[in-house]
Each structure stands twice: as C-alpha cells, then as structure tokens.
C-alpha cells in the first residue's frame, strides 16, 4: 500500500483559494513551502504565525502546521494544533478532515472514524473524509466498510487517485481473508480482477495521479498473481503444496531483516502484514502484493524483505517450477529489528 501521507498535497488545495491567506504573506509562504514538500521551513514560518496570536487567520495557520507536523512525523504536535483548530472552527469539514488524518497516523482508529463522520455530517460530498475513514477500517479489517467508503470517495470525485488504491486494496485484503477462511484462490479470483479494474481506470481517468507508476506496477503484479492462480491446480495453490515422490519442497537460504520504523512505533502499531510472493522458476522473487495490510510504512517494509530472499526453487521431476506462498511478518513494540 502507497504511503498514505502524499495525499496531503491535497488539502493545500482544497482550502488556498480563502481570500484570507493571499491577504498574509508569511502565511502564504508558509502554504507554498508546505506545497513544495518543504516541511521543516514550513514549520519554522507557521510555528512563528501561530505566536502572533493572529485571532483572524489562527485556525488556517494550525491547520496547515498541523499537515506539516503529520509529514514531519511530529504526530503528537499534529494532532495538538488541529484540535485546537477545530475547537476554533468547529463547522469547518476541512479541518475535521484533517483531524482525522492526524488520528489515523497516530493509529487512533476510533478517533479518526469520529472525526471523518464530523466532517461528513458537516459536508456529505467531501470525498476526503470517506477515503479516510474508509482507510482505517481497512486496517481494522472491516473490508465491507472500507470498500464502501472506497467507492463514496470515487463517485464523489472521479480522478481521486487514492480512493482507487483504498478500493484496489481492500479487494486484494478481501482475496486474502477468503483464502485465510479456508477457499482457495481460484474460487476468489474475481477479487483480484475488480483490484485490477479499479487501478486501470484511475490510470485512464487519474488527474495529477502522484502514484501513477506505483498503480502501473501494481497491476502488473496483480495480473501475473491473476494468471498465476487462475491455471494453477488446486493442490498447488495453498501455502504448502502437497507433496510427492517427484517433488522437491522449496528451501529458503536467507530471509532479510525486518524494520520496525519510528512512525509506527511512535503510533504504537502492532500487528501482522501477509504478503504473496511468487517464487519463480528462475530462483528469484519476482513479484509481491500484501495479501494483510498494516499501514504505517510497515506494508512497505514486508515487501522490501520479501523481495530479498534467497532460495532454492520448487523442483518438480527435476525441473524447476515457480510456486506462490504467503510469507508472514509480524511487528510489535519495543521490536528493533529482526
């Protein structure tokens, strides 16, 4: 799953259009180092706007600090300025929005669920706060919710790059519990094709799509875990294939070590990512796609690991095959690394 805070880009836009902040150039410039990705310089010029006690522009400069705060990983500064926002402009959807935001990074899942309804309640159209709160129950498992707030987001606006990877994403979650249920993939493939689905419509109709070559990517391993599963016999589909005379078992010589990163340990996140890896014929991992997402630059962090291993392939009458297994990572606190 892409890093959720790229789409905060977005909020510049949403709300730069105010009279208010072209009448304030400090605050302006605040905005525009914001919009650039330079969030410290950022910081330095709103942390200064907030001391002025400016009663009139106050709930835009925390708002924005608190969006540079988020991309800084000060999680807890974050979500400081935008309550503080919010209780100066309780009606204001935008900011509830961001609020939620702040939740979810802080892996507050009941919290950001609030604040997304707020927002809602405020604005039914913001597509914003469906696609958050549709991502925290995706990472809560609740793939109904999620998938629906996934399509609420797209209906809403059409090129919304991220409300196609949520709804691509919970699909390939929903594949992955089915086969955890006991189905085999075969049977659950129709997953798989709608996640495809998903990701080449937002390539053909995406505006200023900043994931467009991750998308790409993306469907390109879908469609080989597709195709894969979709000529593979049944035994040959589960974690541990059955097994006979004429078949050599696969041998895993080195597996990478994982990372906990800050991000989620500061949120205090914990959990387990399952990733598909296709181990090919050729002796390398040649594609990935979690199965069980985690979030928090964890997901990313089991695909790195994933793709490092080493092993002996599958051999079958003396030849090599390519085989897919679930690979499981689990991640807890006060974990380093392993």
């Known amino acids: 799953m892409k ?64 969006l540079a705060y988020i991309q800084t990983k000060s999680l807890k500064k974050a979500r400081q300025v935008l309550e503080k926002a919010v209780e100066l402009d309780p009606q204001n959807a935008v900011l ?52 629906s707030d996934a399509e609420k987001s797209i209906a809403l606006n059409g090129g919304f790059s991220s409300g196609y990877a949520l709804k691509s994403d919970t699909l390939v979650a929903l594949f992955g519990n089915r086969m955890a249920s006991g189905s085999n993939a075969k049977n659950e493939l129709e997953y798989l094709g709608k996640a ?64 906990y990163n800050d991000q989620a340990r500061n949120s205090f996140v914990t959990g387990k990512i399952v990733v598909a890896v296709l181990f090919a014929s050729t002796g390398k991992v040649t594609q990935t796609i979690v199965i069980k997402p985690l979030g928090y630059g964890l997901d990313q962090e089991a695909i790195r690991a994933a793709r490092g291993i080493r092993f002996s392939p599958v051999l079958k009458n003396g030849k090599p095959v390519s085989v897919v297994k679930m690979v499981e990572y689990s991640f807890s606190i006060g974990q380093k690394a392993f």
Do not use: H
């Open 3 to 66: 890093s959720l805070y790229k789409i905060t880009l977005l909020f510049a836009l949403l709300v730069s259009t105010n009279s208010i902040f072209a009448q304030q150039t400090e605050l302006q410039k605040g905005i525009d180092y914001y919009r650039l990705g330079k969030n410290n310089e950022a910081v330095a010029v709103l942390e200064k706007l907030v001391k002025t006690k400016n009663k009139t522009d106050e709930p835009v400069v925390l708002n924005f600090l608190g």
């Open 96 to 147: 509830r929005a961001n609020l939620s935001y702040a939740y979810l990074a802080s892996n507050k899942l009941n919290k950001a669920q609030a604040e997304a309804e707020k927002s809602l309640q405020i604005d039914p159209q913001f597509y914003m706060a469906y696609y958050f709160r549709g991502t925290s129950y995706l990472w809560e498992a609740k793939f109904d919710e999620a998938l």
């Open 196 to 259: 495809v689905e998903a990701l080449e419509t937002c390539v053909k109709v995406c505006q200023n799509n900043p994931d467009l070559q991750t998308q790409r990517e993306k469907i390109e391993s879908l469609k080989i875990f597709y195709d894969f599963f979709n000529r593979e016999k049944e035994d040959s589909l589960v974690q541990n294939p059955i097994a006979d005379a004429t078949t050599s078992p696969l041998k895993i010589t080195y597996k990478p070590r994982l990372n």
